[in-house]
């Protein structure tokens, strides 16, 4: 399995929501990481866990709390957001340590498109 | 923090031409991957590559690192090579990788 797999691919909801999107690697990947995209811009990243721990938290507000509950799985909960919050969210994975002769790209899932309305 | 360039930020080829996409970076890095995102959003990892030249079919890169940059060459271009070329950098093999603007693709039959 060479794939990163995310869920839902499309999501609407209302500034007093509540939901969570999901992110799902079986290729023994041990870095897991989220971004967020908007309209012809590059990815931006938000968060990286490494080793199921959250290494790195680029200032994202609080209305956005990743969870990573097992090496193959990492979620994104979102509450009371902004319509400004719309966007693609891109879950990656990738190896970490460093070996002679691995590869350490990223491979992303297909994105959730999410609107706040 | 590394700035990350791209050059040039658009592209229009004929179908079958050639091209060259570079990516100019501010610090060293030991992190360089280049991707390309399609019309519907995916990203697809095309090289990781922090130093040296790597071939893919009719994609090949090659990264300077002491000169802090790195090219894409992609040879008899197709429709579907569509899209925008991303360049990402970061200091290690995980941590804080950016990308660079891109460069948006587009091949014409």
């Known amino acids: 399995d060479t794939e990163v797999t995310q869920t839902p691919k499309h999501l609407v909801m209302g500034m007093t929501n509540k939901k969570s999107l999901k992110c799902e690697q079986h290729m023994g990947h041990r870095a897991m990481y989220w971004y967020k995209q908007k309209a012809k811009k590059p990815p931006e990243l938000m968060f990286v866990?490494?080793?199921?721990?959250?290494?790195i938290n680029e200032s994202v507000p609080s209305r956005f709390s990743p969870e990573c509950p097992n090496s193959s799985l990492l979620n994104l909960h979102l509450h009371a957001l902004q319509p400004e919050d719309s966007a693609l969210y891109l879950c990656?994975?990738?190896?970490?340590?460093?070996?002679?002769?691995?590869?350490?790209?990223?491979?992303f899932g297909s994105g959730t498109r999410l609107t706040v309305v | 923090g590394i700035q990350v360039e791209q050059s040039p930020p658009d592209l229009i080829l004929q179908e079958g031409a050639n091209s060259t996409l570079r990516c100019n970076f501010s610090?060293?890095?030991?992190?360089l991957q280049w991707f390309h995102q399609n019309p519907w959003g995916q990203l697809i990892n095309l090289f990781y590559?922090?130093?040296g030249t790597k071939q893919n079919g009719r994609l090949s890169a090659t990264t300077v690192a002491t000169e802090r940059y790195s090219l894409l060459y992609i040879s008899s271009s197709q429709t579907t090579d569509s899209g925008v070329y991303f360049c990402?950098?970061?200091?290690?093999?995980?941590?804080?990788?950016?990308f660079g603007p891109g460069t948006s693709l587009s091949v014409i039959p």
């Open positions: 590559i922090p130093s």
């Open positions: 866990y490494s080793y199921e721990k959250l290494s």
């Open positions: 610090d060293s890095v030991n992190n």
């Open positions: 990656a994975s990738s190896q970490v340590l460093r070996t002679a002769h691995s590869n350490y790209g990223y491979t």
């Open positions: 990402a950098v970061g200091k290690t093999s995980y941590d804080k990788v950016i």
